[in-house]
């Protein structure tokens, strides 16, 4: 068995999870505590990756990646090499793909918070980001371990969007969804029936630790 | 260090419009119904509402000029505020809490030891009792060294006997601060056991008869249940509370 790809999904997973984390939760944090205009819209663009079938979100995302798109010549133009069909552009598909599953999680873990405790810590003299950082993250534990293992688990289990915007490179795109599909193609069954087997127990690990995280969540709540 | 305000605050159901203000070595109880504006006045002092129109200025220093644009955050101005629910943080335990925003970490253990919490220090905040979490709030901003002392209600949500003992608690603080300190209850007999100056709040304005009105009704009340007059006998006055007229 080729283990080249299952490690690119491991990679890429870590990598993206990390990532999202970062950057959803002020995000988040903007949605569950602080009023502003277009707050919906926003919000319901932010959830149009769960809505969407992946080759769509796929499609429009090779579209503003490629060469053409905004965002492919934006990118050009600081590295000086093309988005799509590379690690980086398969992590940026990923980033918007998965957005939702870090932030839904960490906006209701958010939201739990008590709005006197955080006023408390701005008497105490705490800025805005210091509570941010003292008060909210660490209240906020069980959700952000939430977002973190949804964000894993759908990165390794990612394939429309991946296809359409990474194809299938060795050891740059071709992830273990994708190598599996293409072991099908190819009627190597025995390769692709490894490969499902080692992803198994991975994805069932990772949603058991997500139960007992939310079990717990409620026990201390 | 004279704390000065003079604010208005349309709310839903009337406008709020008091001027008053408190001395340093003065604790000032503002008293009135539920509902009358009381907790809004001192989210003001501390900066987490805005008046509409007003001033509030300590020692020379404006925290808020309405028509000046000026306004300065909860964070700059040094102040304590004790809320009804004491929110202590819950992820770190009790001298962690203590110490969150002191000034000077040496004086968390002699506040914990005044306030006889220093044998819960290592616990976290879901394991100690009501009054022990209030007493522990009190710490908590006091270690700040606060310039002002805010307390919203801070004995409503206790069992009479912990109330008792911490309202001398507040009795004897006052005698050792000398700073504005200013207290929002409900309870008039609270605000008789605490208080230096009263200050009857009823629908967002200050009605100094109301505390007389309060008594005759009380008075007229407890004749007409046979019960004994016993104005000013805090101990067995607890239960009886301005929300009743």
Not at chain 1, 118 to 147: C, D, H, K, M, Q
Not at chain 2, 75 to 103: E, S, T
Not at chain 2, 124 to 149: D, F, T
Request: glycine share 6%; proline share 6%.
């Amino acid at each position: 068995m080729d283990w080249q790809p299952l490690f690119l999904s491991l990679k890429l997973a870590a990598v993206s999870t990390f990532l999202l984390i970062i950057l959803a939760a002020p995000l988040a944090y903007a949605l569950a505590l602080t009023r502003f205009a277009g707050k919906a819209f926003l919000e319901a663009l932010i959830n149009l990756p769960m809505a969407l079938p992946p080759t769509v979100l796929g499609f429009y995302l090779l579209v503003i990646m490629g060469p053409k798109g905004f965002l492919g010549r934006f990118w050009e133009t600081i590295t000086g090499s093309p988005l799509v069909f590379t690690f980086q552009g398969i992590i940026m598909a990923l980033l918007i793909y998965c957005l939702p599953f870090a932030i839904q999680p960490m906006k209701a873990a958010f939201e739990k918070i008590d709005r006197s405790m955080l006023e408390s810590a701005y008497v105490l003299g705490l800025s805005p980001l210091a509570t941010f950082l003292r008060v909210i993250i660490p209240n906020s534990v069980s959700g952000l371990a939430a977002a973190a293992i949804l964000v894993f688990i759908h990165s390794i289990g990612a394939f429309g969007v991946l296809l359409m915007v990474g194809g299938s490179i060795p050891g740059e795109t071709k992830v273990v969804s994708i190598a599996i599909y293409e072991a099908v193609e190819s009627l190597a069954y025995r390769e692709a029936g490894l490969m499902c087997l080692v992803l198994l127990p991975i994805s069932y690990s990772f949603l058991l630790l997500l139960n007992l995280i939310t079990r717990r969540s409620r026990a201390w709540n | 260090m004279e704390l000065k305000i003079s604010v208005k605050k349309r709310l839903p159901s009337f406008e709020l419009d008091v001027a008053f203000s408190c001395s340093p070595d003065k604790l000032l109880v503002i008293i009135g119904p539920s509902g009358a504006g009381k907790t809004t006045i001192i989210r003001m002092i501390a900066g987490l509402d805005k008046p509409d129109e007003g001033t509030i200025t300590f020692n020379g220093e404006t925290w808020i000029d309405t028509k000046n644009g000026i306004f300065i955050p909860p964070q700059k101005r040094q102040l304590g505020f004790v809320f009804q629910d004491y929110p202590l943080f819950p992820h770190i335990n009790l001298q962690k809490n203590i110490a969150f925003a002191a000034h000077d970490e040496t004086c968390v253990e002699r506040l914990m030891k005044r306030f006889d919490i220093w044998h819960l220090r290592n616990r976290k905040i879901a394991m100690i009792s009501g009054g022990e979490r209030q007493r522990s709030a009190i710490c908590q901003n006091l270690a700040r060294r606060p310039r002002v002392l805010l307390l919203d209600e801070p004995f409503s949500a206790l069992d009479a006997v912990t109330r008792k003992t911490l309202r001398k608690e507040v009795k004897k603080l006052k005698g050792e601060l000398c700073i504005p300190i200013i207290h929002v209850t409900h309870d008039i007999s609270e605000a008789t056991q605490l208080g230096d100056e009263l200050l009857p709040v009823v629908q967002g304005r200050i009605v100094p008869r109301w505390i007389l009105q309060f008594r005759l009704k009380d008075l007229s009340f407890r004749r007409r249940a046979g019960i004994e007059d016993i104005w000013g006998q805090n101990d067995t006055y607890d239960d009886l509370e301005v929300s009743r007229i």
